[in-house]
């Protein structure tokens, strides 16, 4: 019966342009209260957000501008959630070779078990699952 936010940041590490740029970060807040977002820091970054206070089941962004070079660098995000009211998450540069997420996936082909070729694009407009397994 107790009213209280929860903030999820949704990811453990943030991808960052390595020629520079800015990603943004949707913060939810999962719980029954008001989320109060205190601030935000990580060194050599600059940070804010869309808004300071997000309803319950409602989302704000915490926008991350990043100069450029190689960086590996710890955010910090402070809130009222009770249970956890200082968060973390890495924010490391990505050499520019990986898709981000919320990105459009690059195109491939895979062959399935039936010996058919599968390729993404011919599934475009229909949720694709991957799913990788091994059997030695």
Request: glycine letters at 16%; proline letters at 6%.
């Amino acid at each position: 019966g107790v009213h209280a936010p929860d903030l999820d940041l949704a990811a453990e590490v943030l991808h960052l342009p390595a020629d520079g740029g800015s990603r943004t970060l949707v913060l939810r807040n999962l719980g029954s209260g008001a989320l109060e977002l205190a601030g935000a820091q990580g060194e050599g970054l600059d940070l804010w957000f869309s808004g300071s206070s997000i309803p319950p089941g409602g989302s704000a962004e915490l926008r991350i501008d990043h100069g450029g070079g190689a960086a590996s660098r710890t955010v910090c995000i402070a809130s009222n959630d009770p249970d956890m009211p200082v968060q973390y998450l890495e924010a490391a540069t990505d050499g520019g070779n990986q898709t981000l997420l919320g990105q459009e996936a690059p195109g491939f082909t895979l062959e399935g078990l039936d010996g058919e070729e599968y390729s993404l694009s011919a599934q475009l407009g229909n949720p694709v699952v991957l799913v990788y397994f091994a059997t030695w």
